[in-house]
């Protein structure tokens, strides 16, 4: 809030899936609702590279991220470090406006995420 320029995102990234519950995701939903500088939800995703986090709680914590970006209409920031299946399936369920922040893929599979006019996903530089 101190300074005009300066906006944030919440959310957990799934190296810290484990600690994620119903108060954690509650209280994000607070905070987006009550600061309007909370711009996005991220980084959020799965890292498949360190697995800090159950793989099977990371996506269940993914998912439920990517339900409150849907019902906040906010942008996500997606993490994708060697879990490109399980990312791009659960972005193509719940197909979220946003960006991946990290992507450990190719630009062939880049190219698999959904793109529509309304949510391009993700653009090929």
């Given at each position: 809030?101190?300074?005009?320029?300066?906006?944030?995102?919440?959310?957990?990234?799934?190296?810290?899936?484990?600690?994620?519950?119903?108060?954690?995701?509650?209280?994000?939903?607070?905070?987006?609702?009550?600061?309007?500088?909370?711009?996005?939800?991220?980084?959020?995703?799965?890292?498949?590279?360190?697995?800090?986090?159950?793989?099977?709680?990371?996506?269940?914590?993914?998912?439920?991220?990517?339900?409150?970006?849907?019902?906040?209409?906010?942008?996500?920031?997606?993490?994708?470090?060697?879990?490109?299946?399980?990312?791009?399936?659960?972005?193509?369920?719940?197909?979220?406006?946003?960006?991946?922040?990290?992507?450990?893929?190719?630009?062939?599979?880049?190219?698999?995420f959904p793109n529509t006019?309304?949510?391009?996903?993700?653009?090929?530089?």
């Amino acid at each position: 809030r101190q300074f005009d320029f300066v906006y944030a995102a919440v959310g957990s990234h799934p190296d810290a899936a484990d600690e994620v519950n119903e108060e954690v995701l509650e209280e994000y939903r607070k905070l987006c609702k009550l600061n309007p500088k909370i711009r996005a939800i991220g980084e959020i995703g799965l890292d498949y590279h360190y697995d800090f986090s159950p793989r099977e709680k990371q996506k269940e914590v993914f998912a439920a991220q990517l339900e409150l970006a849907n019902e906040l209409d906010l942008p996500v920031i997606i993490h994708d470090r060697e879990a490109h299946a399980d990312t791009l399936e659960l972005v193509k369920k719940y197909r979220p406006k946003g960006i991946i922040h990290c992507f450990s893929g190719s630009a062939e599979t880049a190219k698999d995420f959904p793109n529509t006019k309304e949510k391009a996903f993700v653009k090929i530089v």
